[in-house]
């Protein structure tokens, strides 16, 4: 009963604080009102974790069904017509037509299936639902709080955007408020909502600025989302038709794969786009224009992980079918790919982005597999890379305000100009690639499920080469962050500290999971594993000691730099004989001056990202049209 | 499963291997072009001297990382040694690899950086192939336990020959030997400018000389694997291994990394489908 | 002895030679006189490098470059000029643009006479510097910094340029 109340909470309390942010217009009002809730959303997702401990899968039936689904059915029509409106107004006639057809569906039902449509339990929660809280809870308030320093800065800068900041972090707690019950609901319907909320949040986040790129952007996002819509709605007319009145996720894991095989797969095309895999990872791209923080709670740590959790919670369905092969090998390839356009972009947020689109790919890869090793790899990948990749998102967008610019070229020397927020990067930079850190660890677990399936070696030798492909774009990264410039001076000045709360917690976050990565383990994930598979998936004692001595050695290493040193004789670089001053200038021939300038790599001609993205456009859609085909046969034979 | 012996072991003996095996290297080299050549205990010589040296540097954080570069290193080789998992073994060897290279861009030097780009590339050639390997071992002994691995009866190598090969080719890479060379190359070559080594001197460039010791006694030991079940075989295939890769070093001028890229990784697609599938198709995958 | 004299490496700089003592160098590691035999190894980087070898004159392109390599070089180091040219200008001498030989700029230690200097002597050379080197390093000499302030002809190159 009183996780019944929790989960409410949860999914309520977001909502009210969005009511009143949407109407406190003064700055401080604002700063406390976020402040405090996101302290209480945190509370009451660890809150959560502790009251749920060991007590496996609950399903709550307290609220009543009907005028719920009633009050849903009603928003959801209120947002298509605002959704046409837009589309009308901006002439975006696909949008026009995806959500027409959408609501055309739900009408349809609400109207024939809806009364004959019973769900016990609307809402649920077990260790992975707790999980996802632990992410949008804690990730998601610090993100919220980080916001406040960034978006004053943003629109001191930026005079020529209009400030809307009310209306902007009343969306982020609606989106919130959506996510809490996209991972809590049960029944499919409310899934459904939630997720058309989140499309809608991220739409309206993405073309804050209203600027003409992000008003594209955000159609863009908007239609593709839409498209998944369209899926899901397809599912829910189906198992409406055929499915015996199924509608709770836990009966439709409960009903066997002739029945499930249809839905799982319609929503799973709805979680490809959402996590946005090929051919749909444009729009994830193109999200990059919202504010940093958008970009780091929508586009890395939340929103697009709600793609994921729907496949890794369809995974049982998933399991040794073609069509679960068909998904993972999108995964896969979406991977690998990403990973190689990955290397050839300049701009850090679009590095971020692509590196976020791979790791989704490896979750949706493992998820895809579906057995009980994937789905434990793909459950760590999505907590780890939660928090690397907001420490890393917040970092860029730090960064970014002081120097200007979010080109990877322009970060040389970051850590004499900003030694405190470029220890922040590469923190999460070693996060996202290199052992013991959780990326690297769920990326072991990935091969070593692999190994275990049916023609897994091909997922493996993918696996293999993204992975190689990814420590190369990681590393000149960190590279040109560490290195040392002898003109720079430091410019670190007063970052807010709302905006240092965040980074450090996620700094210590992503330290402090490493480390506690067995209980996790043990805790949350074998529980869960025990429940749908059966089976457990582990690390053996030793590795874990071996890493937790690795992960010690990183720590104290770096504090030699403070055991007082000999002091070494300092020379410029060598520069082919030539002197230099001290700003790296040197004479070229002639006696003409030149500065010296460092670029990195990055292989157009090999990774570029027309070429890449086309080919990946190509065959990941001819994977999914296959999916189809192969699951529609089987409906039809079975 | 973990042997803290035989770690113990490789931290005190593999600089003593390793530096042999980098004169004997020295001198059949020497042979082969018609030389003389120093005396086998060259490379000792040569460290020694770097700790004689001043140790100048561009700016501090260089040490720092050739001293992780050389913990981490001896970190993998124990573990390697040690039993531990193969997997892990190879990532750690990265970790360690990619402060060497952090190293080289912490000095802001125009030369060292084209060196440190170059190592990366270098990483990015052979690290599918090192990733199939141990794959390869898990598929033919069912462990990705060193120990296991080694104390196997099957013969792993005719288990996966294939993928003996593509190791042996991306060996290369790893020993710094022409024509796969393109970051930096060990003693004799002649070097434009020093690639990723460039801003190391004295004794931190001594620290990343015994790092490639470790890391020779290291990779030769990854070698053995393959033979693990009959050790004469073993320690036979690892002399002929590393005579061939002098051979190979010997009369190869070097390419560029396009080359090595391309040819690394073409390969490592075509050994590792053939050959796993072979492997999976064989043990009955198909049932 | 100790390591330093087992193992000397060198960095050869081309100050304005006419390249006949530069092939005797290249000789040098030939198969013929292989002087990898002393350990003796030849870098392209002065922070590697031991002994600096210079052939040819001082002249005014190369005036910076020189105290550069020999600036870069850690301690302790020996500087070998090997021809004439190296030791004191040569035929070049009178040239208008040369200023002599390379002890004009940096403090030579060894001076290997010869136009072109034989690699019988240039080896014999270098094995002498050796002597030198174990000395400095004996006696913990470290080698001056140089710069090239008094010299305002060419004041753009020595100061990189910058204005
Ligand atoms: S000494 Fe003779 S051979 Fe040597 S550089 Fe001068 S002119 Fe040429």
Known sequence: MLTTQLLIFLILFPLIVAFFLFLAKKDMERAWIVKLSALAIGIASVYLLISTYNKGALLMSAIPAEPTGIVMFILEMLIAVFILYLGIVYKKWLVVALILVQSAVMLYFELVYAHSIHVQSNLFTDEFSVIMALIIGIIGSLISVYSLGYMKFFHEHHPEIPDRRPWFFAILFLFLSAMFGLVFSNNLMWVYFFWEVTTLCSFLLIGYTKTEEATNNAFSALWMNLLGGVAFAGAIIYLAMFGNGIMGMTDLLASGKIIALIPAALIGFAGLTKAAQLPFSSWLVGAMVAPTPVSALLHSSTMVKAGVYILVRLAPIFQSTFTGYMIAMVGALTFLIASGIAISQSNAKRVLAYSTIANLGLIVACAGIGTYEAIWAAILLIVFHAISKSLLFLSVGTVEHRIKSREVDDMNGLIVRMPKIAAMMVIGIAGMFLAPFGMLISKWAAIRAFIDVPYGFLFVIILAFGSAMTVYFWAKWMGKIIAVTSDSKNIEGEVDHSEWAALVSLAGLSFITTLVFPLLSTKLLEPFLMLNYGHVAQLSQDNIIIMILMLLLLVILPLSILIPQRKHKHVAPYMGGRTTTHDMRFSGSLGVQKKTVLSNYYLHEYFGEAKLRTAGIWICSAFIGIMFIATALRGVFL | ?287 | MTYLAKSPWIIHYDASSCNGCDIEILACLTPMYDVERFGIINTGNPKHADIFVVTGSINEANREVIQNIYNQIPDPKVVVAVGICACSGGVFRECYNVAGGIDKLIPVDVYVPGCAARPESIIDGIVTALGVLEEKRKNHISSPMVTDHDHKAHHKHAQGGAQ
């Open chain 2, 1 to 287: 499963m973990i042997n803290i012996v035989w770690a113990i072991v490789f931290v005190l003996v593999a600089p003593v291997i390793g530096g042999l095996v980098a004169g004997i290297d020295r001198k059949i080299t020497a042979h082969m072009q018609g030389r003389v050549g120093p005396s086998i205990l060259q490379p000792f010589y040569d460290v020694g001297k770097l700790f004689e040296k001043e140790q100048t540097v561009v700016n501090d954080t260089q040490t720092f990382y050739a001293i992780c570069y050389i913990i981490f290193m001896i970190f993998t080789g124990a573990l390697f040694f040690a039993g531990g998992d193969l997997l892990l073994v190879i990532f750690a060897l990265t970790l360690a690899q990619i402060f060497l290279v952090m190293g080289a861009f912490a000095a802001n030097s125009p030369y060292s950086y084209v060196g440190a780009e170059r190592e990366l590339l270098q990483i990015m050639a052979y690290e599918p192939m090192v990733i199939l390997t141990a794959v390869g071992m898990f598929v033919a002994t069912k462990s990705f336990n060193v120990s296991d691995i080694a104390a196997t009866t099957t013969p792993v190598v005719l288990l996966i020959p294939g993928i003996f090969l593509g190791f042996l080719y991306v060996l290369t890479i790893k020993l710094r030997k022409s024509p796969f060379d393109i970051s930096t190359s060990h003693h004799a070559h002649q070097e434009i400018v020093k690639g990723v080594t460039t801003e190391f001197s004295g004794p931190s460039l001594g620290l990343i000389e015994i790092t490639h010791w470790y890391e020779t006694v290291f990779l030769l030991g990854f070698v053995y694997l393959f033979f693990g079940f009959n050790p004469l075989i073993g320690i036979a295939a690892v002399i002929i291994v590393y005579l061939l890769e002098i051979l190979i070093d010997n009369t190869n001028a070097r390419v560029r990394w396009q080359f090595v890229v391309k040819s690394s990784w073409l390969i490592a697609v075509i050994v590792g489908v053939v050959n796993l599938a072979a492997l999976y198709l064989l043990s009955g995958g198909l049932k």
